[in-house]
């Protein structure tokens, strides 16, 4: 077996293990260990507690399977409460490549790879080959996904098809029905077809037969259902089979999967002969209409150890040799074909750029010049020469066709920076930023600052200097909202106003360092006249520490410009995000009204006579659409 040059780090996280393992060639899979997700505060502390445990071995590339939907950089975990920022969190471990992916688009891709042994066929029907292969399984939540043949290929699906909404078959389960909608208004497949969803079937069969419930965990239910020692958990394990081929049948008609329907996740593959003969087929077959076509469908259950593994590292090597193959894409194909016409310098930077892609994409312009031996206009020559307007609109395309993604970093501004590298840093700068601060994000400050300003009586918003501007938008947006405010700028002004505030008036204070001392002196007026201060300003500051509510904003302006480039921007968009809370809890459907005509209406410094009549729902306010779709990031 080729072992590769630098093993493949692979982990499987799920909402209560977090299983790691090492591929160092194909298939073969070393050092494999799961550690307990409580047992640590966030997927970083998990990930470097498995690398200390190893050898002292150099990683290079990894591929992370997670339970949750992955569309962006920010991973939030739905069923619990791990989040974090993929292209930080590659930095922060030193990779060179970190694909992170759903878990059942992981174990979908494995299904070409296994075998015979690999699975435990349930029921009869035979798979067409090159056929849909749908795939679904319980664990924490209920996974599911699919496999469409392309080619000499399969393309995975993302779904969340586990958030379907769940149908009763029988008075039992309508009974179940009642019982769940009790506690929750939408009643899913997952919330049944789960871990906790078979602690909620044993809840509710016991309210049905009006009998005292225990208090059970999904695992001593099934060990006392596979015992035979507690019928009451033996009935509800036989629904949670019986509701699991429902579902099942629904993703094999929605899918047209004739190619089989996989059981995997962390429930059914341990039930072994149990569930082969429990009513799970037998449910799967019910379909009306439609009973002869699921009748066809041979379902398996997955019992392959490192199922979700192999799915990762396939879907691993394919990124890896797609980087290798086809070494910057298009941008690098095109560099190849007009070689031939290049002057003796630029070659050498075409040269340079060939053998050192990944380094060019952030190695200053100099740093490019001085390794290929020209000077620095030559560089922005050759950059022109591809019908690029500049180094940095190069290293961009660069780095979407060698990553598949843009990397969002921050990079200097300097004087010798065209007018459209400029442009193309300052929109860098901030996208990476507005992505570092939604990292940071305590929802609990949030919520806290969106009941306050709606409970107050008064809002006034503080700022200073270049963020008056904020102070002034703030002014705006919540007066639209039909809340009383005002924003000073000026410090006498501040201290003032705020010498006749009452305890149920709220200030929000803008400040990028929370170090200015007329801010800070501002502060402690507000405290003694006993109004509440919601803070934008820098964690561990003088001013947050005043505050009643804290709003971290921390980005590290460059000081030697004299602007604000980056931080103005964000505390701006604070604001909106408490303006849209606000909006949202007087109306939930107002956040999407601010758009169009009536916006512009709203906007146009229109005269008096001509204003249209004011509105009877309080307008909301819009925010941007997400920047893009990042899953797998790569320096």
Not at 48 to 54: C, P, R, T
Not at 393 to 400: C, H, N, Q, V
């Amino acid at each position: 077996m080729a072992q590769y040059q630098t093993p493949h780090l692979l982990a499987d996280i799920g909402g209560t293990y977090a299983r790691f393992t090492l591929e160092m060639g194909r298939g073969d899979f070393q050092y494999t260990h799961s550690l307990l997700c409580a047992d640590y505060a966030d997927f970083y502390s998990a990930v470097k507690a498995y690398l200390q445990s190893l050898p002292d071995l150099h990683i290079e590339h990894a591929a992370v399977a997670i339970a949750n939907p992955v569309d962006g950089d920010q991973v939030s975990m739905t069923n619990y409460h791990w989040q974090f920022s993929i292209e930080e969190m590659r930095q922060k471990l030193g990779l060179d490549t970190l694909l992170i992916v759903n878990d059942f688009t992981a174990l979908a891709m494995a299904l070409p790879r296994l075998g015979p042994n690999d699975v435990q066929q349930i029921g009869g029907g035979e798979a067409r080959k090159q056929s849909v292969i749908g795939l679904l399984g319980p664990g924490s939540g209920l996974g599911t996904s699919g496999l469409i043949p392309a080619g000499d290929g399969w393309i995975s699906l993302g779904s969340e098809g586990g958030h379907t909404s769940f149908a009763p078959r029988d008075e039992r389960e309508i009974a179940i029905l009642r019982y769940v909608w009790k506690h929750f208004s939408h009643v899913s497949f997952e919330r049944l077809v789960s871990g906790p969803g078979l602690e909620l079937i044993y809840q509710a069969l016991s309210d049905y037969v009006q009998t005292q419930a225990q208090e059970l965990t999904a695992p001593e239910i099934t060990q006392r259902a596979l015992d035979r020692t507690d019928l009451q958990c033996v009935e509800a394990l036989d629904v949670f089979c019986a509701l699991l081929g429902t579902a099942a049948a629904n993703l094999a008609v929605t899918l047209g999967a004739m190619g089989g329907i996989y059981i995997g996740g962390g429930i059914v593959p341990r039930l072994g002969e149990y569930f082969a003969a429990s009513s799970f087929r037998a449910r799967f077959e019910e379909k009306g209409r439609f009973s002869r076509y699921v009748a066809a469908i041979p379902t398996f259950v997955i019992t392959a150890e490192h199922a979700t593994f192999m799915g990762a590292a396939a879907i691993l090597d394919a990124q890896l040799r797609t980087l290798q193959t086809e070494p910057g894409s298009a941008i690098l194909g095109q560099i190849r074909r007009i070689r031939a016409d290049l002057s003796p310098a630029e070659l050498r930077v075409a040269d340079h750029v060939l053998a050192h892609a990944r380094a060019v994409v952030n190695d200053p312009i100099a740093e490019i010049a001085r390794a290929a031996d020209v000077s620095q206009p030559t560089v922005i020559r050759f950059c022109r020469s591809l019908g690029c307007e500049g180094l940095s609109d190069f290293k961009l395309r660069l780095a979407s066709g060698l990553t598949g993604t843009v990397p969002v970093t921050h990079i200097q501004v300097t004087d010798d920076d065209s007018a459209l590298e400029l442009g193309a840093k300052v929109l860098g700068n901030t996208a990476s930023s507005i992505l570092q601060v939604r990292n940071q994000l305590n929802r609990d400050m949030i919520e806290r600052a969106i009941q306050c300003i709606s409970r107050a009586n008064k809002l006034e918003f503080y700022a200073i200097g270049h963020y008056g501007v904020v102070a002034q938008d703030a002014q705006f947006k919540f007066l639209r909202l039909g809340i009383p405010s005002i924003a000073h700028t000026d410090s006498r002004l501040q201290l003032l106003s705020a010498s006749v505030l009452g305890e149920n008036d709220v200030v929000v204070i803008s400040s990028s360092s929370g170090r200015l001392p007329e801010l800070i002196e501002v502060a402690e007026k507000v405290r003694e006249r006993g109004a509440k201060i919601i803070a934008i300003a820098a964690s561990h500051s003088p001013l947050i520490r005043k505050a009643d509510i804290a709003l971290i904003v921390d980005h590290v302006e460059d000081v030697t410009t004299h602007l604000p480039m980056v931080s103005r921007i964000l505390h701006l968009l604070v604001i909106d995000m408490l303006a849209v809370g606000v909006a949202m809890g007087r109306n939930p459907g107002a956040a999407g009204l601010m758009s169009g005509e009536a916006d512009e209406r709203l906007d146009e410094a229109m005269p008096v006579s001509k204003k249209p009549a004011a509105r009877t729902q309080a307008p909301g306010v819009s925010l941007a659409t997400p920047l893009a779709t990042l899953t797998s990031h790569s320096r």
